[in-house]
C-alpha cells in the first residue's frame, strides 16, 4: 500500500523558512516523479513544484519561483520542500503527490501558516 | 500559464440523478486532462487521468471525455458517497493548474 506522511508544517513568520518532508513506502519511490501541491483550506488546489525521479529536472509554479526548492533523497525515500522567505499568502496545507502528470497518490497534507 | 476554467462551480442534485461538469482550457491540452474527486479535510483522489481513462477501484458510473480545450465529468446515477467537490487538472506542461472545483451538494 502506498503510503506518502508530509511533515514539518507550522507557524512560521513572514520572511521565515520551513523544510517540509514527505515520507513514502508502498512503492519504489526512486521510479516515481513527485510533487507538491497546496491548498488554502476551502480554496482550489494549487500545484506548487514538481521533480525528477532522479531528481535532476525540477520545475516551479511562478509564485514560489526563486523560493522555493524541491529535492529528494532516494535513499531516504523522502521528498522535500525547502520555502523560504515565506509569505503570508503561502498558508496553505502541502500535500507530496506522485506522478508525472496525473497525481495518482496523495499524503494527507501539513499544514503552513505565515503570521506574525 | 494554462487557464482551466469548471462549470458549474456549485451543483445540487439528488441520488440517481445524472451530473456533468465541464472543464475548458484556455488553450489546446490535447487529452492531458485529469479528475480528481477531494470530500472535506481529505486528500484529493484522482478518478480520470488523460481525459478518460478511469482509474482502479473507481466505479464504472464515472466517465470522462473530451479532447483539445473542452472536458467533461458525467456521473451516471449518483450516489450517496459522491456528494464531494470534484477537480480538473491540466498536464499537458507545466506549471500544471488546476480548475476551481465543483461543489457537489445533495438537493
Known amino acids: 500500500e502506498v503510503q506518502l506522511v508530509e511533515s514539518g508544517g507550522g507557524l512560521v513568520q513572514p520572511g521565515g523558512s520551513l523544510r517540509l518532508s514527505c515520507a513514502a513506502s508502498?512503492?519504489?519511490?526512486?521510479?516515481?516523479?513527485m510533487h507538491w501541491v497546496r491548498q488554502v483550506p476551502g480554496k482550489g488546489l494549487v500545484w506548487v513544484s514538481r521533480?525528477?525521479?532522479?531528481?535532476?529536472?525540477?520545475s516551479y509554479a511562478d509564485s514560489v519561483k526563486g523560493r522555493f526548492t524541491i529535492s529528494r533523497d532516494n535513499a531516504k525515500n523522502t521528498l522535500y520542500l525547502q520555502m523560504n522567505s515565506l509569505r503570508p499568502e503561502d498558508t496553505a496545507v502541502y500535500y507530496c503527490?506522485?506522478?508525472?502528470?496525473?497525481?495518482?497518490?496523495w499524503g494527507q497534507g501539513t499544514l503552513v501558516t505565515v503570521s506574525s | 500559464d494554462i487557464q482551466m476554467t469548471q462549470s458549474p462551480s456549485s451543483l445540487s442534485a439528488s441520488v440517481g440523478d445524472k451530473v456533468t461538469i465541464t472543464c475548458r482550457a484556455s488553450?489546446?491540452?490535447?487529452?492531458?486532462l485529469n479528475w480528481y474527486q477531494q470530500k472535506a479535510g481529505k486528500a484529493p483522489k484522482l478518478l480520470i487521468s488523460?481525459?478518460?481513462n478511469l482509474q482502479s477501484g473507481v466505479p464504472s458510473r464515472f466517465s470522462g471525455s473530451g479532447s483539445g480545450t473542452d472536458f467533461t465529468l458525467t456521473i451516471s446515477s449518483l450516489q450517496p458517497e459522491d456528494f464531494a467537490t470534484y477537480c480538473c487538472?491540466?498536464?499537458?506542461?507545466?506549471?500544471?493548474?488546476f480548475g476551481q472545483g465543483t461543489r457537489l451538494e445533495i438537493k
Open positions: 503527490a506522485t506522478g508525472v502528470g496525473s497525481l495518482g497518490d
Open positions: 508502498g512503492f519504489i519511490f526512486s521510479t516515481y516523479w
Open positions: 521533480i525528477s525521479s532522479d531528481g535532476s529536472g525540477t
Open positions: 488553450q489546446t491540452i490535447g487529452k492531458y
Open positions: 488523460v481525459a478518460s
Open positions: 487538472q491540466q498536464s499537458y506542461t507545466t506549471p500544471y493548474t
